[in-house]
T-cell receptor, first 119, second 114 residues
């Protein structure tokens, strides 16, 4: 199956620092990637939709200046948590939607997730 | 607008018993429905999906689900539970023209007793 890779899988940082999480589609091009946040024992909350070459669309209540999303290429989207605080500690998961014409249109592939701990 | 409700945050069954995880949805457009499984500290793996056509959908690992429009339900079943089925299960809904944007239910943790 298609592979979506997230890096790093785990990161611990000090309060006030910024952390970048990468989401890569390894064997397909993705025009759209989604970023989710998951608290312990809870569901996935959609944070934003990232479209290649354009600005991300954020869900209501998600601070765009806090969670910077860049989708610079068809295989890479990044989420930067700026000036991280302990309440930003969470499991962040990305998913990627293959570009039309790849034969996988309509499917959605998830990364393994990145666990952020802010001290 | 769309939403998903999973009845029961935790379900416990004995090994070999029937697994039934309930999912009800709300959607203003024809829904696409999904079931995902998540193991601890991992991403999501697609079990099965319904888009159009046959309402009984078969997925991986012996799971299946039936789309019932009249009941707005998409319950997940497996005839005989295995210890390896213990995990978190998420039901999700999307619309046909929503570019893959998924709305997830709260999740159901499945425990399997020996």
């Amino acid at each position: 199956g298609a592979v979506v890779s997230q890096h790093p899988s785990r990161v611990i940082c000090k309060s006030g620092t910024s952390v970048k999480i990468e989401c890569r589609s390894l064997d397909f091009q993705a025009t759209t990637m989604f970023w989710y946040r998951q608290f312990p024992k809870q569901s996935l909350m959609l944070m934003a939709t990232s479209n290649e070459g354009s600005k991300a669309t954020y869900e209501q209540g998600v601070e765009k200046d806090k969670f910077l999303i860049n989708h610079a290429s068809l295989t890479l989207s990044t989420l930067t948590v700026t000036s991280a605080h302990p309440e930003d500690s969470s499991f962040y998961i990305c998913s990627a939607r293959p570009r039309q014409g790849t034969g996988r249109t309509g499917e959605l592939f998830f990364g393994e997730g990145s666990r952020l701990t802010v001290l | 607008a769309q939403s998903v409700t999973q009845l029961g945050s935790h379900v416990s069954v004995s090994e070999g018993a029937l697994v039934l995880l309930r999912c009800n949805y709300s959607s203003s457009v024809p829904p696409y429905l999904f079931w995902y499984v998540q193991y601890p500290n991992q991403g999501l793996q697609l079990l099965l999906k319904y888009t159009t056509g046959a309402t009984l959908v078969k997925g991986i690992n012996g799971f299946e689900a039936e789309f019932k429009k009249s009941e707005t339900s998409f319950h997940l079943t497996k005839p005989s539970a295995h210890m390896s089925d213990a995990a978190e299960y998420f039901c999700a809904v999307s619309g046909a023209n929503q570019g893959g944007k998924l709305i997830f239910g709260q999740g159901t943790e499945l425990s399997v007793k020996p």
